[in-house]
């Protein structure tokens, strides 16, 4: 059976900085595109970033809004992903979820077939 997990979330003032890790356990990330995607309180869930699976040349995709503040990186040997966010805002604050699934591209939540449960990521100005 597949789970999905996240960790790292908290508290943080602005400008701080904060590292998400998704371990999972059934499945191996490095055979998927893997993705992070946020969801704050009234608004959709939108994607953050995504890396594509090891044979697709792992290529990395960000949000506009998350552009050089935010690094995706997998360590295949732990089979954890995780997301470093430097810089963080108050509009980062949003639950935080990783997701395994076929295609980065277009940060479709269509295309992710496992998900996490999600961290919360709190951003006080």
């Known amino acids: 059976q597949v789970q999905v997990v996240e960790s790292g979330g908290g508290l943080v003032q602005a400008g701080g900085s904060l590292r998400l890790s998704c371990t999972a356990s059934?499945?191996?990330?490095?055979?998927?595109?893997m993705g992070w995607f946020r969801q704050a309180p009234g608004k959709e869930r939108e994607g953050v970033s995504c890396?594509?699976?090891?044979?697709?040349?792992?290529?990395?995709y960000y949000a506009d809004s998350v552009k050089g503040r935010f690094t995706i990186s997998r360590d295949n040997a732990k089979n954890t992903l995780y997301l470093q966010m430097n810089s963080l805002k108050p509009e980062d604050t949003a639950m935080y979820y990783c997701?395994?699934?076929?295609?980065?591209?277009?940060?479709?939540?269509?295309?992710?077939?496992?998900w996490g449960q999600g961290t919360q990521v709190t951003v006080s100005s």
């Open positions: 890396i594509s699976r090891i044979w697709s040349g792992s290529g990395t």
């Open positions: 997701a395994a699934g076929s295609m980065c591209s277009g940060f479709k939540t269509g295309a992710f077939a496992y």
């Open positions: 059934g499945l191996s990330l490095r055979t998927y595109d």
